[in-house]
Protein backbone atom coordinates (compact mmCIF):
# COMPACT_ATOMS: atom_id res chain seq x y z
CA UNK A 1 0.00 0.00 0.00
CA UNK A 2 1.54 3.60 -0.87
CA UNK A 3 2.24 5.70 2.18
CA UNK A 4 3.95 8.52 2.31
CA UNK A 5 5.91 9.30 5.45
CA UNK A 6 7.50 13.34 6.53
CA UNK A 7 9.81 13.68 8.72
CA UNK A 8 12.31 16.18 9.96
CA UNK A 9 13.31 18.56 13.21
CA UNK A 10 9.77 20.17 14.69
CA UNK A 11 11.68 23.37 15.69
CA UNK A 12 13.69 25.49 13.63
CA UNK A 13 15.67 29.15 14.67
CA UNK A 14 14.66 31.90 12.72
CA UNK A 15 17.61 32.73 9.49
CA UNK A 16 18.34 28.45 9.71
CA UNK A 17 17.93 26.17 7.33
CA UNK A 18 14.96 23.65 7.90
CA UNK A 19 15.57 20.11 5.88
CA UNK A 20 12.59 17.48 5.24
CA UNK A 21 12.54 14.46 4.06
CA UNK A 22 9.33 12.06 2.43
CA UNK A 23 9.67 8.37 2.68
CA UNK A 24 7.90 6.76 -0.31
CA UNK A 25 6.82 3.17 0.24
CA UNK A 26 4.59 0.86 -1.82
CA UNK A 27 5.83 2.91 -5.12
CA UNK A 28 8.85 3.26 -6.90
CA UNK A 29 9.69 7.00 -6.45
CA UNK A 30 11.81 6.65 -9.95
CA UNK A 31 8.29 5.79 -11.87
CA UNK A 32 7.55 7.84 -14.86
CA UNK A 33 4.16 8.44 -14.18
CA UNK A 34 4.37 10.81 -10.80
CA UNK A 35 5.88 14.21 -9.61
CA UNK A 36 6.61 14.57 -6.04
CA UNK A 37 6.11 17.38 -4.15
CA UNK A 38 5.43 19.34 -0.91
CA UNK A 39 2.44 21.59 0.37
CA UNK A 40 2.41 23.77 3.88
CA UNK A 41 -0.52 24.75 5.72
CA UNK A 42 0.26 27.81 8.66
CA UNK A 43 -1.60 27.26 11.98
CA UNK A 44 -5.49 28.40 10.96
CA UNK A 45 -4.78 28.77 7.47
CA UNK A 46 -5.03 27.93 3.86
CA UNK A 47 -3.05 25.20 1.50
CA UNK A 48 0.23 26.68 -0.01
CA UNK A 49 2.10 24.65 -2.41
CA UNK A 50 5.80 24.74 -1.90
CA UNK A 51 7.01 23.00 -4.94
CA UNK A 52 7.23 19.52 -6.99
CA UNK A 53 9.98 17.12 -8.50
CA UNK A 54 10.03 14.84 -11.09
CA UNK A 55 12.39 11.82 -10.49
CA UNK A 56 14.40 13.06 -13.01
CA UNK A 57 15.27 15.74 -10.83
CA UNK A 58 13.19 18.27 -12.95
CA UNK A 59 11.61 20.34 -10.31
CA UNK A 60 8.96 23.29 -10.27
CA UNK A 61 8.73 25.88 -7.61
CA UNK A 62 6.60 28.42 -6.14
CA UNK A 63 7.63 31.66 -7.21
CA UNK A 64 6.99 33.75 -3.88
CA UNK A 65 9.38 30.72 -2.34
CA UNK A 66 11.96 30.08 -5.19
CA UNK A 67 14.70 31.72 -4.46
CA UNK A 68 14.82 29.88 -0.52
CA UNK A 69 13.64 26.39 -1.31
CA UNK A 70 15.29 23.55 -2.94
CA UNK A 71 13.70 20.10 -3.32
CA UNK A 72 15.85 16.63 -4.54
CA UNK A 73 15.31 13.15 -4.47
CA UNK A 74 17.18 10.38 -3.70
CA UNK A 75 15.78 7.27 -5.84
CA UNK A 76 18.50 4.66 -4.33
CA UNK A 77 16.53 5.82 -0.43
CA UNK A 78 13.14 6.02 -2.24
CA UNK A 79 12.96 9.61 -0.57
CA UNK A 80 12.65 13.33 -1.88
CA UNK A 81 13.75 16.27 0.53
CA UNK A 82 13.22 19.81 0.79
CA UNK A 83 15.48 22.44 2.06
CA UNK A 84 13.43 25.72 3.20
CA UNK A 85 16.62 28.47 4.11
CA UNK A 86 16.42 31.64 5.83
CA UNK A 87 12.92 30.80 7.85
CA UNK A 88 11.26 33.05 9.36
CA UNK A 89 7.95 32.95 12.00
CA UNK A 90 6.01 33.32 8.63
CA UNK A 91 7.37 30.05 7.88
CA UNK A 92 5.85 28.08 11.09
CA UNK A 93 3.41 25.63 9.21
CA UNK A 94 2.44 21.77 8.66
CA UNK A 95 4.26 20.11 5.91
CA UNK A 96 3.12 17.76 3.71
CA UNK A 97 4.34 15.71 0.89
CA UNK A 98 2.20 14.22 -1.24
CA UNK A 99 1.97 12.12 -4.42
CA UNK A 100 1.29 13.80 -8.08
CA UNK A 101 -0.92 11.47 -10.84
CA UNK A 102 -2.18 12.74 -13.74
CA UNK A 103 -5.22 11.35 -16.11
CA UNK A 104 -4.21 9.39 -19.52
CA UNK A 105 -4.70 12.00 -22.07
CA UNK A 106 -2.98 15.04 -19.69
CA UNK A 107 0.12 13.78 -18.88
CA UNK A 108 2.06 15.32 -21.34
CA UNK A 109 2.18 18.57 -18.81
CA UNK A 110 2.85 18.86 -15.30
CA UNK A 111 -0.09 21.80 -14.78
CA UNK A 112 -2.34 18.87 -15.25
CA UNK A 113 -1.19 17.01 -12.10
CA UNK A 114 -2.77 16.58 -8.93
CA UNK A 115 -2.24 15.28 -6.16
CA UNK A 116 -4.06 11.93 -5.20
CA UNK A 117 -2.26 10.45 -1.77
CA UNK A 118 -0.49 12.58 1.19
CA UNK A 119 1.28 11.81 4.23
CA UNK A 120 -0.18 12.96 7.20
CA UNK A 121 2.31 15.98 8.00
CA UNK A 122 4.87 17.14 9.88
CA UNK A 123 5.08 20.71 12.17
CA UNK A 124 7.62 22.75 11.50
CA UNK A 125 8.00 25.67 13.97
CA UNK A 126 9.98 28.39 13.87
CA UNK A 127 10.86 30.06 17.27
CA UNK A 128 13.89 31.20 18.78
CA UNK B 1 -5.07 36.58 -1.24
CA UNK B 2 -5.32 33.58 -2.51
CA UNK B 3 -5.22 33.33 -6.83
CA UNK B 4 -8.37 31.06 -6.52
CA UNK B 5 -11.52 32.61 -4.60
CA UNK B 6 -13.97 30.19 -2.35
CA UNK B 7 -16.74 31.54 -0.13
CA UNK B 8 -14.94 31.22 3.67
CA UNK B 9 -18.05 29.52 4.86
CA UNK B 10 -20.87 27.20 3.68
CA UNK B 11 -23.64 24.93 5.63
CA UNK B 12 -26.17 23.15 5.46
CA UNK B 13 -28.84 20.83 7.62
CA UNK B 14 -28.77 17.01 6.84
CA UNK B 15 -29.95 15.38 3.77
CA UNK B 16 -29.44 19.26 1.70
CA UNK B 17 -27.29 20.04 -1.13
CA UNK B 18 -24.69 23.05 -0.49
CA UNK B 19 -22.11 23.94 -3.34
CA UNK B 20 -18.93 25.17 -2.90
CA UNK B 21 -17.86 28.09 -5.72
CA UNK B 22 -13.90 28.54 -7.05
CA UNK B 23 -13.56 31.43 -9.53
CA UNK B 24 -10.39 31.71 -10.79
CA UNK B 25 -9.25 33.86 -13.80
CA UNK B 26 -8.00 33.46 -17.70
CA UNK B 27 -4.85 32.47 -16.76
CA UNK B 28 -5.91 29.52 -14.82
CA UNK B 29 -9.33 28.13 -14.81
CA UNK B 30 -10.43 30.09 -18.14
CA UNK B 31 -7.10 28.61 -20.08
CA UNK B 32 -8.63 25.49 -19.61
CA UNK B 33 -6.72 24.11 -16.60
CA UNK B 34 -8.11 21.38 -14.86
CA UNK B 35 -9.99 22.19 -11.25
CA UNK B 36 -9.01 19.50 -8.58
CA UNK B 37 -10.57 19.52 -5.23
CA UNK B 38 -9.59 18.21 -1.30
CA UNK B 39 -11.40 17.56 1.68
CA UNK B 40 -9.75 18.17 4.82
CA UNK B 41 -11.63 16.70 7.81
CA UNK B 42 -10.23 18.47 11.15
CA UNK B 43 -6.85 17.25 12.05
CA UNK B 44 -5.99 15.54 9.22
CA UNK B 45 -4.04 15.69 5.77
CA UNK B 46 -6.28 16.80 2.85
CA UNK B 47 -7.74 14.04 0.86
CA UNK B 48 -8.33 14.02 -2.86
CA UNK B 49 -12.08 14.19 -3.34
CA UNK B 50 -12.75 14.93 -7.53
CA UNK B 51 -10.17 15.17 -10.09
CA UNK B 52 -9.65 16.74 -14.10
CA UNK B 53 -12.93 19.06 -13.03
CA UNK B 54 -15.79 16.16 -12.59
CA UNK B 55 -14.29 12.99 -11.63
CA UNK B 56 -14.31 11.39 -8.25
CA UNK B 57 -11.34 8.66 -7.45
CA UNK B 58 -12.53 5.21 -6.36
CA UNK B 59 -13.91 5.21 -2.58
CA UNK B 60 -15.80 8.70 -3.13
CA UNK B 61 -19.45 8.79 -2.61
CA UNK B 62 -21.23 9.87 -6.21
CA UNK B 63 -22.73 12.74 -3.67
CA UNK B 64 -19.99 14.51 -4.44
CA UNK B 65 -19.76 16.25 -8.04
CA UNK B 66 -17.41 18.85 -9.87
CA UNK B 67 -18.38 20.71 -12.56
CA UNK B 68 -16.31 24.06 -14.52
CA UNK B 69 -17.47 26.82 -16.74
CA UNK B 70 -15.24 29.72 -18.02
CA UNK B 71 -12.78 30.84 -15.08
CA UNK B 72 -15.53 29.05 -11.83
CA UNK B 73 -15.68 25.34 -10.79
CA UNK B 74 -18.34 24.32 -8.34
CA UNK B 75 -18.30 21.43 -6.02
CA UNK B 76 -21.54 19.86 -5.20
CA UNK B 77 -22.60 17.68 -2.01
CA UNK B 78 -26.03 16.55 -1.97
CA UNK B 79 -27.50 14.32 1.10
CA UNK B 80 -25.87 16.26 3.28
CA UNK B 81 -24.25 13.99 6.38
CA UNK B 82 -22.75 15.14 9.34
CA UNK B 83 -19.18 13.45 8.28
CA UNK B 84 -18.89 15.92 5.51
CA UNK B 85 -18.00 18.50 8.15
CA UNK B 86 -14.46 19.32 7.05
CA UNK B 87 -12.39 22.37 4.98
CA UNK B 88 -12.75 22.12 1.15
CA UNK B 89 -9.87 23.33 -1.11
CA UNK B 90 -9.68 23.75 -5.03
CA UNK B 91 -6.86 23.33 -6.80
CA UNK B 92 -5.25 24.65 -10.97
CA UNK B 93 -2.60 25.54 -12.46
CA UNK B 94 -1.86 29.20 -13.20
CA UNK B 95 -0.05 30.18 -16.57
CA UNK B 96 1.31 33.70 -15.14
CA UNK B 97 2.86 32.33 -11.66
CA UNK B 98 3.91 28.78 -13.66
CA UNK B 99 2.91 27.31 -10.52
CA UNK B 100 0.05 24.95 -8.20
CA UNK B 101 -2.38 27.17 -7.06
CA UNK B 102 -5.14 26.62 -4.04
CA UNK B 103 -8.48 28.55 -3.41
CA UNK B 104 -8.44 30.06 0.19
CA UNK B 105 -10.65 27.20 1.65
CA UNK B 106 -14.37 26.67 2.95
CA UNK B 107 -14.88 25.71 6.14
CA UNK B 108 -18.52 23.46 5.68
CA UNK B 109 -20.95 23.11 8.40
CA UNK B 110 -23.15 20.77 8.43
CA UNK B 111 -26.28 22.02 10.76
Given at each position: ??????????????????????????????????????????????????????????????????SRVSISV???????????????VADTAVY?????ECSGRTC????????????????????? | ???????????????????????????????????????????????????????????????????????????????????????????????????????????????
Amino acid sequence: QLQLQESGPGLVKPSETVSLTCTVSGVSISSSSYYWGWIRQPPGKGLEWIGSIYYSASTYYNPSLKSRVSISVDTSKNQFSLRLSSVTVADTAVYYCARHECSGRTCYSFSYYFMDVWGKGTTVTVSS
Amino acid sequence: QSVLTQPPSVSGAPGQRVTISCTGSSSNIGAGYHVHWYEQLPGTAPKLLIYDNSNRPSGVPDRFSGSKSGTSASLAITGLQAEDEADYYCQSYDSSLSGLVFGGGTKLTVL
